[in-house]
């Protein structure tokens, strides 16, 4: 079974994965869209505890894609509610501790694509990145470390691209 759906995410995204057998479902947010998703988001998880029956909704993976802050402000009001219920199994995100291990870009010929208009900070989350960071730190929950899944996400969009 797989199963995406696209929650409501403003201007931004928010998606929302679950696969695997009944009994057996694992789930996996994308992105959190914009600071008002983040309500929808948590009345998403109440429905899947209460189909589980459960206390605590196991979510395999958080992925932020990126601090565009129409991507992670629903992440950060999603974390920031330590009585979220969520039991989570990793979070994907490069904050600066790990974007400033990238080589430095060439600002002479621009982006890959030629491209020298870059987007208005204002709409870009860096200050939401850094927010990010210091409430995953705070909080000690799991950021980049489980390669299991990372295997398993690699070998999910391997399957579903290629098909069976």
């Not at 993976?61 to 991507?71: E, G, N, P, Q």
């Not at 080589?103 to 020298?116: E, R, V």
Request: net charge positive; proline share 5%; hydrophobic share 35%.
């Amino acid at each position: 079974m797989l199963r995406l759906e696209l929650l409501p995410g403003g201007p931004g995204d928010c998606i929302w994965l679950e696969y695997g057998e009944p009994g057996n479902k694992h789930n996996i947010l994308i992105d959190g869209g914009i600071k008002k998703t983040s309500a929808r988001l948590k009345s998403h998880i109440k429905e899947k505890l209460q189909e589980c029956g459960g206390t605590c909704l196991h979510l395999e993976l958080i992925i932020v894609t990126h601090i565009d802050k129409d991507h992670i402000d629903g992440i950060l009001e999603l974390l920031k509610d330590t009585k979220n219920n969520l039991c989570i199994g990793d979070i994907w995100f490069n904050g600066n501790k790990q974007l400033k291990k990238l080589p430095k870009p060439s600002t002479k010929h621009g982006d890959i694509l030629g491209n020298n208009n870059f987007p208005s900070p204002d709409i870009l989350g860096l200050v939401e990145g850094d927010q990010l960071s210091k409430l995953l730190s705070c909080r000690n929950l799991p950021w980049n470390k489980n390669s299991k899944v990372r295997l398993q996400w690699f070998l999910l969009v391997v399957y579903c691209h290629c098909g069976s």
